[in-house]
């Protein structure tokens, strides 16, 4: 198997200068917006509008073309008709050429290869020459281009600048579907962003090569991918069972169905291939395939906040009943986990801090806490189940009761985890059943890197991702 | 099969006084917060508590026990020990005798038969036994009673008064899991609530009557049940296949692994039963299981909002290609649902409504209007789509470009939805992916009767659901 070497993709994250071809001086109009948010997140400022038809836009100096924008320029945005990209592309290969800069190029631009058409195929095939011939690299055409939450990088026209910062680096063959998870991260507060890639046509830089910048940076934790198919899977297999093996690799893949693929084919020119072959490689190689658009949202998320499991026994503390058995039915359901075995000492102990009426072990793994519940019962109980050496993970579920205050049972559940020193930490996932009667908890929780859920079943699902991950890790260290 | 008769059920539901036996003046405690909640919501006031310890609780007066009220109760909430229960019990037959009333009773009090022991199973039959020689009707014990969000009824210490009305009727074995359904339907407003059960250790009052009473109850347009297992299962079926004629029943049956069934047992001491077998008589039922929490709560509240479709053609509305994908691969994965086929004619008319560049039919079924969309596009196109009889219903999905605002986007939408008379009305479901960016357009939407969604594949999954119960009731009318 050959290496692949990331080359330049440094560029797209870490530019001097970004150079916006195609600027807009009109409010709302996509081509503004990138300036705009290019021009809010940049950490340095060094954001250069081009458009010959305009002199300044928003303060900054608008220049006619690439080739006269004095300042070096690592990063460039084509957001013009497909036949100016193949005119621009030979300023880029001048510039590259005269100035050495220009290494990465993110094509916006649609009307490509994607359109099924021999001008869009012709189209792309002139640029792409033109561009690749002088070493520069590609993001897209037909993409929305990239964002660097820590680097102060933006070149779309859709992900606002102020997406929280975390450790979940996003690529996506959909931008629509990556600007999504962007949007619920910033409305949410439930996931940080570190990259977000949008790769469109996918006509240079691809997942693989990113896969592989990625296991390196040191900021991501977690890399999520959006998939509609690729041209190379087998590379993309091969490089993936390398960075699962430094960090989780989650994978919503489209085209599960032929009509599916259609649709896929339609939108990236991009051929989905064998469902069946994708989940027996993605399973091999340790990456997680997400369900469901919720399986992978709340997968990524976690897998970015929390450690992993060391086994599969898991502990469900609850005060709900009929959530629990749902949890309970999704956790076991794929025979990867079960719940833990309670030692007699352990039901002993438990017994000290819960109520008489309440349920310990019955079944086994299994405490209901009963709405007789304090506050500080959870912390007591919590502490006993993060130092017990049989039990891998726990979810916690609940509606508190009234006489339970937001800020003090977030408090008490954190005091709980928090007792344990970090190299014994286990993940706890807590299932808040309350709508908004439970946000400022979930809001603390989630602030301190414990991850919160609405729906018992989707605790479970990401359980049991990790869970598999974890195993997978084990046997390929 | 027996006619199951359900006797006395109205008076849970109309009650012309209710009495709450154990309330507290203590604000916070459950006790408290029942006479609270039911004052609150009652339409007319007739709310007695009764506690021999106190003359008053918040300017009610307050009554030493039962026998002592001078107006009639229709209704009783026992929320006292077990113990207690079994001793009020007798005042409830006394006052049965002389006065008449005192038809309903909800037990919410625990520590009978789901405890598992002796003293349990001996109180609960006391107490049951007491009460129903009589003829009075009990829901629980181990229960959080009922809400009548139209008749102004409220016993839960749980549900809180302002959840917003609807069509939905829910039945649950799990308290927390209803209450969670009503929260959520409150914070969110996607859901409008009609009747809320909470059946507990169901020892008198079950699934079967209150399937046949809701049947007949007009503003009761779905009925929602959450299901741990249950007793007299082909009672319930043989009932659950009358009622699907007349309106959708959604379930979300726990206890699908034995693990789970564990669980269910200690929770309300049923006997989760056989998966496979509810699975396959709940589908010869025309019942509606639920995958998940969030199937089971966007099924329940579409099917209250929107018509059924005609048949399976379905008609991918959409400006995001990766979603979009999701969304179909989900909609055909069963074989249920299908994409419709587009005719010439319709081609053409949509062509003259879009850019050049969208895609009209690339696969047959599926529209890309791109991001060249405008407000006016959506309602042109709608119009056509609602017109069109080889279509028998629409997902639209979107993040709107900037430039179109969120008033005007739902306006369109509505225009073009209702365009066509009632009677040629199709399910339009409409995926909003932008998060908060579109969460007003998402309101003016919902509050004129079309659900929204997050995911593209929640809405997907509902529609399948609409098209097998509508397959259902075309096999079965």
Known sequence: MAEVVATNIDKFFQPRGIAIVGASATPGKPNNQILEFAKQMSLHGNVYPVNPKLDEISGLTCYPDLLSIPAPID?????????????VAYDIKKRREEKGDAGAVTVVAAGFREMGTEEGENLQQEMMATITECGARIIGPNCQGVVDAYNGVNTTFSVPPNT???????????????????????????????????????ADVDFTELLTYMADDEKTKVIAMYMDGINDARSMIDVAAKVTRKKPVVVIKAGKTSMGTNVAHSHTASIAGNNDIYNGAFRQAGV???????DFYHTARTFDKQPLPKGNRICILTVVGGPSTICVDELVLTGEATLAHFSEPLKKELAKYLVPSANIGHPDGYIDMTASVTEKMHADVLKLLMQDDDIDGIIFMTTPPGFIKDEGLAEAILEGYNSVPQAKKKPLLSVMLAGNAVAKCRTILEENGLPTFEYPDDAA????????????????S
């Open 461 to 476: 699902r990401v359980m049991v991702n990790m869970i598999r991950y974890s195993a997978y890790r084990r046997q390929n």
């Open 75 to 87: 990063l460039i945005v084509l957001s013009v008709s497909p036949r100016n990209c193949v005119r």
């Open 164 to 202: 929280p910062k975390g450790g979940v680096s996003i690529v996506s063959q959909s931008g629509a579907f990556a600007t999504s998870f962007l949007r619920w991260a910033r409305d949410q507060k439930l996931v940080g962003i570190n990259k977000f890639v949008s790769l469109g046509n996918m």
């Open 288 to 294: 997680i395939r997400a369900q469901s658009v919720a």
